[in-house]
């Protein structure tokens, strides 16, 4: 008998309301990597093999614009 009383008893119970998780921020999307872009390297003429220069297109237009690495970091140091 009393484990009919127990069966009715979990029966009777209304089930509890699931309790909603707190909403995680979507994750922060990283921004994507800039693409290599490779050229040939036309100054240099005193060799048969051309070599290949690779950087991406911000680092492409620093060097046309004349500005390099090393101009770029005495930029703070002054």
């Known amino acids: 008998m ?3 009383f127990l ?3 979990m029966m009777a119970q209304a ?3 699931p309790a909603q998780a707190p909403q995680a ?3 922060a999307v990283a921004p994507a990597k800039e693409q290599k872009i ?4 036309q100054n ?7 070599k290949r ?12 614009a004349g500005v390099t ?3 770029l970091k005495n930029l703070g140091a002054r």
């Open 7 to 9: 069966a009715a008893l």
């Open 15 to 17: 089930p509890a309301a």
């Open 53 to 64: 220069v690779c950087m991406t297109q911000t680092e492409w237009d620093r060097q046309a």
């Open 38 to 41: 490779c050229r040939v390297d």
């Open 25 to 27: 921020p979507p994750p």
């Open 44 to 50: 240099e003429s005193s060799s048969r093999l051309r």
């Open 69 to 71: 690495g090393n101009d």
């Open 2 to 4: 009393s484990m009919t």
